[in-house]
């Protein structure tokens, strides 16, 4: 099974830039994603890494290390329409995801 | 419609009725998934559907019950449910499993705010 920990919430300001840690232990890697989720809505696929490094979409970036167990989503110029819930999920050899618990990050004006 | 939707978008109901959660996809996607969401947890893995067929039921009791008669709809059956069954239950799709290559992300629906009186 797959034990997965992020911080459950994060407060940043308007334009700054924000890191949301992500550590997992599992029994079959196959991949990590992050998904944003608004208040009330549907989880929104974000990112993907199965690969160690840094993986850039615009503002948001993924870093993975294996070898750690480790993953983040940084979030760089923050925007009030960031305020959300991120959730980590991490993928066994059976395509079955395990999600974390979700860090709900706020942004401040 | 695009996406993912789903039917009812709330729903209440006691602990002796039976009702139904529909859920349909729009993506030419083959593998469709159920999990629950309850307030401070993470996303619950139910039930998993490759091709119609269940490939995941993750330990999920008999009061729920889904079925999936082609690759684009999928149902859950719900009877006899308990007060902490209230939740908001999520469908998602992604590429079939085993598909070399893929990154499978799933792409959710808004879910069915469940509430069990």
Redesign the interface.
């Known amino acids: 099974g797959q034990n ?1 920990d992020q911080p459950t919430e994060m407060t940043a300001t308007e334009g700054a830039i924000v890191q949301i840690n992500c550590t997992y232990q599992t029994s079959g890697f196959n ?1 990590l ?1 992050w ?1 944003q989720q608004h208040a009330g ?5 974000l990112s ?1 890494n199965v690969l160690d490094g840094l993986e850039e979409k615009g503002r948001f970036s993924s870093f993975l290390s294996r070898s750690k167990g480790y993953s983040y989503l940084l979030l760089k110029e923050l925007q009030m329409k960031d305020s959300a819930s991120y ?1 980590c ?1 991490v ?1 066994d050899q ?9 860090t709900t990050v706020t942004v401040r004006a | 419609e695009t996406g ?1 939707t789903q039917t009812p978008r709330h729903l209440v109901m006691g602990m002796t009725n039976k009702k139904s959660l529909k859920c349909e996809q729009h993506l030419g996607h083959n593998a469709m998934y159920w999990y629950k969401q309850s307030a ?4 619950e ?1 139910m039930f ?1 559907y490759n091709f119609k067929e269940q490939t ?1 039921n993750n330990s999920v009791p008999s009061r729920f019950s889904p079925e999936c008669p082609n690759s684009s709809h999928l149902f859950l059956h719900l009877h006899t449910l308990q007060p902490e069954d209230s939740a908001l239950y ?1 469908c998602a799709s992604s590429q079939e ?2 598909l070399a290559g893929g ?9 069915t705010r469940l509430t069990v009186t």
């Open positions: 997965i991949g994603f998904y809505e549907a989880p929104t696929f993907y959730l999920a993928r059976h395509y079955k995801l395990s999600f974390g618990a979700g | 993912v401070k947890k993470p996303l893995l998993v995941e999520l499993l085993g990154t499978y992300e799933q792409y959710f629906g808004p879910g």
